[in-house]
């Protein structure tokens, strides 16, 4: 059974930065795609990066594009988010997500087959 275990989440100021981690385990992590998706209190659940088996093809939203990086450790069944110049905008929890079918990386949460249990990214002006 596979199962995905969120960390780095914190307070941070604006202007800071924090690496996310994902933890895989259970099925073998170089074999599906992985995202990254946010919520807010209120909002609906956004999304913020993919990336595909590989590592090599990755996709970002356009409101962290040039902030934010995913990459990804086969070797270690880890997925990164590293978040630079974060805003009070970018608070929300954050979740990694796996997609177990077979394409490119998707940036629709319905794609994805098993959900982290989310990580809490507090950002302070």
């Known amino acids: 059974q596979v199962q995905l275990v969120e960390s780095g989440g914190g307070l941070v100021q604006a202007g800071g930065s924090l690496r996310l981690a994902c933890a895989a385990s259970?099925?073998?992590?170089?074999?599906?795609?992985m995202g990254w998706f946010r919520q807010a209190p209120g909002n609906e659940r956004e999304f913020v990066a993919a990336?595909?088996?590989?590592?090599?093809?990755?996709y970002y939203a356009d409101s962290v594009k040039g902030r934010f990086t995913a990459s990804r450790s086969n070797a270690k069944n880890t997925l990164y988010l590293q978040m630079n110049s974060l805003k009070p905008e970018d608070t929300a929890v954050y979740y990694c997500?796996?997609?177990?079918?077979?394409?490119?990386?998707?940036?629709?949460?319905?794609?994805?087959?098993?959900w982290g249990q989310g990580t809490q990214v507090t950002v302070s002006s």
């Open positions: 997500a796996a997609d177990f079918t077979n394409g490119p990386p998707s940036t629709l949460g319905t794609e994805y087959d098993l």
């Open positions: 259970g099925r073998a992590f170089s074999t599906y795609n």
């Open positions: 990336t595909s088996w590989s590592g090599t093809s990755t």
